[in-house]
């Protein structure tokens, strides 16, 4: 059964770092491409950034550009989101996703599979 499974969540103080992790199991990472959403209370479901099976082809949604950076471990069948710079407005509900193709996009409806999500707080 394919799950993934999101960590690293947490409350942090506005232009601090947290560095979240979406570990898959069930299934072979390497033919999926991975992407990272986020949710905010009463707001939609919006791409952060996603990364290609490969690992060669990078997304980044602008309010994240410059601060934020996804990598993946195919040996460790694990995907990884670095966010620097935190601001008050990236508080949200992270969510990774899978979809087996090479390169996907940062629309929610392109992945078929979901984690449970992690709560990111960022707040003095």
């Known amino acids: 059964q394919l799950q993934l499974v999101e960590s690293g969540g947490g409350l942090v103080q506005p232009g601090g770092s947290l560095r979240l992790s979406c570990a898959g199991s069930g299934f072979t990472m390497d033919y999926y491409a991975i992407g990272w959403f986020r949710q905010a209370p009463g707001k939609e479901r919006e791409g952060v950034s996603c990364i290609s099976s490969s690992g060669g082809d990078t997304n980044y949604a602008d309010s994240v550009k410059g601060r934020f950076t996804i990598s993946r471990d195919n040996a460790k069948n694990t995907v990884y989101l670095q966010m620097n710079s935190l601001k008050p407005e990236d508080t949200a509900v992270y969510y990774c996703?899978?979809?087996?193709?090479?390169?996907?996009?940062?629309?929610?409806?392109?992945?078929?599979?979901w984690g449970q999500g992690t709560q990111v707080t960022v707040s003095s």
């Open positions: 996703a899978a979809v087996s193709v090479e390169v996907a996009g940062l629309a929610p409806y392109d992945y078929d599979y």
